[in-house]
């Protein structure tokens, strides 16, 4: 009979075991998205282990008064044996102390979150294409490249829209992608902002603040325009119909859906309606 698995913490040197299992499950993560799991302060990920062998995931991250939960993904072959109960309540008991604990759940996770006493909040939906620049609208000329000197006014307000303190996880994507970041407006006249961030199958857009719905569609064409021929996510807030509408208009494609939620329904105090894409579901 096997050997139970044991849990214990993910370190760096588990790493290349956290990965080979995204690319067994087709997740598109990089050693630089579990690094940030395990560097950014308050943030950390456990992994389900037998002989050597790396079973299952999972990680979280601190933003101030909310913890995200991410990355919970078990061996299909270990799947239904409670390898990822046992995550989860590792994962909460380190974030136990924090206010709001949030995640966004696939359909297979969704059951296992709500048994735990997560809520459902909103619908997110995964969409995807390989960028064809000729279904993309000609620049307006607001959008820019982002530079440093936009951050602190990005922090700012990425602090009221999401609800807490994820400047962190924005310096790590403009450092990792600058090519991937740009703005609309700025020196206190801030419209808008993108980020994105390279991936093992596709680039993933997000997270992408506008004023309007406008500037959200100039914001993403803008990115978007360099990324001819690349695949790429974006994943997008299911009540944000406007914005999907020009998804669709550029060629994009929806693949599914992912739910996020809330424990025991403690919502972060943010203003989602403008969050028109997600930074992605293992960053909220
Ligand atoms: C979601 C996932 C992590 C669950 O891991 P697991 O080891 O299979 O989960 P467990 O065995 O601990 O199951 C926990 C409970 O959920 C139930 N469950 C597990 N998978 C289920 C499914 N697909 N549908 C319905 N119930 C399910 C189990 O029966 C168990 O309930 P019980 O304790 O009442 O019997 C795993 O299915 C997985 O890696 N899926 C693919 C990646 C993914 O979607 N991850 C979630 C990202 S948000």
């Not at 790493?15 to 997740?27: E, N, T």
């Not at 590792?90 to 996770?109: M, N, Q």
């Amino acid at each position: 009979m096997a050997a139970p698995p044991r849990f214990t913490a993910m370190t760096a040197d588990r790493i290349p075991g956290g990965l080979r299992l995204c690319r067994a499950c087709g997740w598109n993560q990089l050693e630089e998205d579990w690094r940030f799991f395990l560097d950014a302060p308050g943030s950390g990920g456990v992994v389900s282990e037998r002989a050597g062998n790396i079973l299952g995931t999972a990680a979280w991250i601190r933003y101030g008064a909310l913890a995200w939960i991410a990355m919970m993904l078990v061996d299909p072959a270990e799947r239904g044996a409670g390898v990822g109960a046992g995550l989860l309540a590792e994962a909460l008991s380190s974030v136990a102390h924090v206010p709001c604990v949030g995640l966004d759940a696939t359909p297979a996770g969704e059951p296992l979150y709500r048994r735990f006493g997560f809520e459902a909040h909103s619908s997110v939906i995964r969409t995807k294409a390989v960028v064809d620049g000729a279904l993309l609208p000609g620049p307006s000329g607001a959008v820019r490249r982002m530079v440093e000197a936009d951050l602190p006014d990005i922090y700012h307000w990425d602090r009221k829209v999401f609800g807490a303190d994820r400047s962190l996880l924005l310096a790590a994507l403009f450092a990792r992608a600058p090519e991937c970041a740009w703005v609309v407006g700025g020196a206190a006249r801030l419209r808008g902002y993108t980020f994105g961030r390279p991936g093992h199958l596709y680039y993933q857009l997000g997270p992408v603040v506008a004023a309007d719905a406008a500037t959200a569609r100039e914001l993403a064409a803008g990115c978007l325009s360099r990324l001819h021929g690349r695949k790429v996510a974006i994943d997008a807030g299911a009540a944000r119909g406007e914005f999907l509408g020009f998804l669709q208009s550029a060629g994009f494609v929806e693949e599914r859906c992912f739910a996020r939620m809330y424990l025991r329904g403690c919502v972060p105090p943010g203003v989602p309606s403008a969050q028109y894409a997600i930074a992605g579901p293992e960053f909220g």
